[in-house]
């Protein structure tokens, strides 16, 4: 029996339990230089002087400024058409733009001494209107670049609207909904480490979930052969899009170079909530046409999003919301169209969703308001409205090619397991009642994209002398599990215990070539490209064996249960992977054994449907989340076990943005929630068990089958909670509430409701 | 500097420390555990929960001093030997963890909750562990794992 689709106990958990996780901050990296670097407390200033004389007066403690940094400044690739002229010097020289960006690096022998060194640099900062919100932004009237001539980092989607795109429907209804700006909250801070080896070559490791791109930035920003860059991520403690390289671990790299010494930084938490990127911040306007049968003929979103200072994926992001607009149903007609601002905050990215949430989370809205406009039952309206099952591959009017699905059957399941006209049940019967408690039930259907620009993965099968193999993954873990999941997927075709494959990932020396992990797209391109290699490596194997069986190739088999080759018909003589692998040795033949694929494949279309039913306290505001149903659909499941823990961190991902989480920032461009005491996202007693409803509807648009599944219930969970809220609070007749749906924005609807 | 004594996964340890050293510190840098994570700065997330004198606190907030004459246990000295302890085994067995970094905090944090109350109802546990942050699971399976741990007598 194939192990694929068997809970699997992760082979990583050992290390992680014990203590043992090779996280960089612990690390021992002999001789090494510690750098703090000295941050902006404000978001909008010109510099007029950085003082390190009192600082570099310390012993042992160097200084360096904007003036001292010979390196370009870091800026987006150009594929995102974001404005070139918006890019982040390394280190702030004249102006700042964002409270955390650094104005000084300090090296010193020790943190603590480094601490102190910072407190000493002496920064005089000539305020700057300050731009917190993308409405003041898009003025125009304070211009963070002026010499950009505009806030306005990148455009996409519809270059004109339609002014006719609601012509003959008989009901519209629209609103604006704001996609908070949250944070990532990777329990582990960042850290960067680098040396230059006696060869000249540079080792930089990094907390990265991307260490091949970050070894091509590296070395093209400081003009080192890319031959001359080796990048390693250990173990890292959750990125969830965020850890990428950033000016930081540029800085670490160069000083290492300058200073002749190894170099490392770990941040603070505080540091980390200033400086790590942000996600989401997108202002949503949404436009929804039909008639009253319950019948969508029309769709259009503007979005307005916050890149943050210094434009980066998050000024791009809006486009793949754009193109996911239409979420699950077949709409006739629908527009968007996207702009990008820059304003005086951390510069915003990918966060596990990554465009996506904000457009389930418009249309989801759209059509609850719909339904409660026409009267209807919000499942019923989606149900009117989905593509149907049989209508795959579907392009939406947007551009998205959604691979296969079934949106209606997924919403199905969610209602039975639910027991959605129960819930609608004890609805009708408590509103009855009444009392200051309201039950609220909120429904999402959503579609998502995974692997969303369609890339590239590397995946190489290696059998060692003892008969084991080793599988090297471009792909990358940051708690997915990947040790487990890719070493079942070779050991299945190699006829291997997934014991005996061992998944090596991370560095790219042992690695040629990798497109890390992001888009939920590890799986379906580097799960298939080991997949590959393996099949390769078990072809390969089956013609050495037909050597040594003294069989033609073509008679000889490789027994999937057993892992034995022998000639077809008869089990014996056959040979183990090591006995093959020893003879092999011995011949000097062990080489024809490894075997490197790639795998690329265009993007694959994860859905389902998510059922909330929310407590709200009209008295207080407060909102509790009793029940959350999931049914997500990632295609073919590896390692089912593995995927609930997916799914689970998904949904508390997505309550958290709906119920408690928003990065502020004061007037003066310094955050509010700049720590774990001041950001709040959920700890267990805010949560309830989820109920999760596995369906599988396989793609074909790879040969396991197989979906991304790391970020859907995240896009799901988000607007279903949302719906649940402003389902309770219908009968107050509330039809707008901000997220976070907590104790004061439910608080200030249903005042505003009243008024 | 300030000479004290701690007993750390059952070894007596006699070290100079200085007097604002904290006791995390004091675990990572100087006694080389580094099973003994930091995650925040507020005492916030947990991540650094060890157990003195048999009582889960948070390392971060805690100075060495006062751990004088106490006894520390850290993640390192929770498995005998080759054997995981029951908790870390309920973890591994209900898919507890992923990232790992928030790990050892909730494990310890769950032995000593299961010493003061062995068989919690899921309401406990989730109020009982609200002081430790987890960013992977959706706190879901570190439920599930509590649960197995306390049926399996931990």
């Known amino acids: ?755 | 500097m300030t000479k004290v004594t701690v007993t750390v996964n059952g070894q007596r340890r006699r070290e100079d420390v200085e007097p604002r050293q904290l006791l995390v510190y004091f675990l990572r840098e100087r006694l080389e555990l580094k099973g003994t994570n930091v995650g925040c700065d507020t005492s916030s997330c947990g991540a650094c929960t060890v157990l003195l004198d048999g009582e889960s606190v948070k390392s971060c907030t805690v100075l060495a001093v006062q751990a004088d004459g106490g006894e520390v246990t850290t993640i390192e000295g929770l498995a005998q030997g080759e054997e995981l302890h029951p908790v870390q085994q309920a973890f591994h067995e209900q898919h507890a963890l992923q990232c790992g970094y928030c790990t050892p905090g909730f494990v310890l944090a769950t032995v000593s909750l299961l010493q003061e109350n062995p068989s919690p109802s899921e309401q406990e546990i989730r109020h009982a562990l609200e002081g430790n942050l987890c960013r992977c699971t959706g706190y879901h399976n570190i439920v599930r794992a509590v649960e197995a741990a306390a049926r399996a007598g931990a």
């Open chain 1, 1 to 755: 029996m194939s192990i694929l689709g068997n809970r699997v106990l992760r082979v990583e958990d050992p290390r992680f339990l014990r203590g043992e996780g090779r996280y960089l901050e612990g690390m021992p990296l002999e001789g090494a230089l510690s750098v703090t670097f000295v941050r902006s407390p404000v978001g909008h200033a010109r510099v007029t002087s950085v003082d390190t004389s009192a600082a570099a007066a310390l012993p042992n403690v160097q200084v360096f400024t904007g003036a001292d940094v010979d390196a370009p400044p870091f800026g987006p690739p150009p594929y995102w058409n974001i404005d070139p002229k918006m890019v982040r010097p390394l280190v702030a020289t004249d102006v700042v733009r964002f409270a955390g960006e650094i104005v000084a690096v300090v090296v010193s022998e020790d943190r603590v001494t480094g601490a102190d060194a910072a407190e000493l640099v002496m920064v005089d900062y000539d305020p700057l209107p300050v731009v917190l919100t993308v409405e003041d932004a898009a003025t125009d009237e304070v211009l963070l670049f002026p010499d950009a001539g505009t806030n306005v980092a990148a455009r996409g989607g519809a270059e004109e609207l339609d002014e006719n795109l609601f012509d003959g429907c008989e009901v519209v209804v629209s609103d604006t909904v704001w996609s908070t700006r949250v944070a990532a909250c990777p329990l582990e801070p960042r850290s960067a480490a680098a040396v230059i080896g006696d060869d000249g070559r540079l080792t930089y490791w990094g907390t990265s979930q991307t260490p091949h791109t970050d070894k091509m930035i590296v070395a093209g920003m400081l003009g080192f052969d890319p031959g001359q860059v080796r990048v390693v991520s250990q173990d890292v403690g959750g990125g969830f899009g965020a850890k990428m390289l950033e000016v930081e671990g540029v800085l670490v790299a160069w000083l290492a170079r300058k200073l002749g010494r190894p170099v490392r930084w770990t941040e603070s938490r505080s540091e980390n909530m200033l400086a790590l990127l942000q996600g989401r911040a997108q202002r949503l306007e949404f436009t929804l046409g039909g008639n009253r049968d319950g019948q969508v003929l029309a769709y259009r979103l503007e979005i307005l999003a916050d890149a943050g200072a210094y434009p980066i994926l998050g000024a791009f992001l809006p486009v793949l919301t754009g193109l996911m607009a239409c979420g699950v149903y077949a709409i006739p007609k629908a527009e968007a169209q996207s702009s990008s601002v820059v304003t005086n905050t951390t510069a915003t990215t990918s966060m596990r969703g990554a465009g996506r949430p904000e457009a389930a989370q418009a249309i989801e809205r759209a059509m609850d308001l719909f339904a409660a406009e026409i009267g209807m039952d919000p499942a019923e309206v989606r149900r009117k409205n989905f593509i149907a099952k049989g209508s795959f591959p579907h392009t939406t009017p947007t551009g998205a090619t959604y691979d296969s699905g079934d949106h209606e059957g997924a919403l199905d399941l969610l209602l039975r397991s639910a027991g959605y006209d129960e819930l609608r049940e004890e609805q009708r019967r408590r509103r009855a009642e009444g009392g200051p408690i309201e039950l609220g039930i909120g429904l999402s259907s959503y579609v998502e994209i995974s692997n969303p620009v369609g890339e590239t993965e590397f995946g190489e099968i290696e059998i060692t002398e003892d008969g084991g193999a080793i599988l090297r993954t471009g792909s990358f873990s940051h708690g997915q599990g990947h040790e487990t999941t890719f070493a079942m997927i070779a050991a299945e075709r190699l006829g291997l215990p997934v014991e005996r494959v061992t998944v090596i990932k991370g560095d790219t020396d042992a690695i040629p070539k990798g497109a890390g992990t992001f888009g939920s797209k590890s799986t379906q391109i580097g799960g298939v490209a080991g997949r590959l290699a393996a099949e390769a490596v078990a072809e390969q194997a089956r013609s050495l064996a037909g050597d040594y069986l003294e069989a033609s190739v073509t008679d000889v088999v490789l027994d999937p249960a057993l892992g034995r080759f022998h000639v077809v018909g008869a089990p014996d003589p056959s040979l183990s992977w090591a006995d093959l692998a020893s003879r092999a040795a011995a011949d000097g033949r062990l080489g024809e054994l490894t075997i490197a694929q790639e795998f690329q494949a265009p993007p694959t279309f994860p859905f389902g449907a998510h059922l909330a039913v929310v407590e709200v306290d009209t008295e207080t505001g407060k909102v509790e989340l009793r029940r959350h149903v999931a049914v997500d659909d990632a295609g073919t499941l590896i390692n089912p076990l593995v995927a609930d823990g997916q799914v689970h961190g998904g949904v508390a991902f997505g309550v958290g943005q709906a119920l408690f989480e928003e990065v502020v920032y004061g007037e003066d461009g310094y955050p509010l929630t700049g720590t774990f005491a001041g950001y709040a996202f959920p700890s267990a007693a805010e949560l309830p068990s989820y109920e999760r409803v596995e369906m599988v509807t396989p793609t074909p648009a790879n040969e396991l089958g197989v979906k991304g599944i790391g970020e859907s219930g995240t896009v799901g969970a988000t607007p279903a909670v949302h719906n649940a809220v402003l389902d309770a609070l219908a009968p107050h007749g509330v039809r707008h509430v901000e997220l976070p749906c907590n104790g004061e924005n439910v608080w200030k609807a249903l005042r505003e409701a009243k008024a």
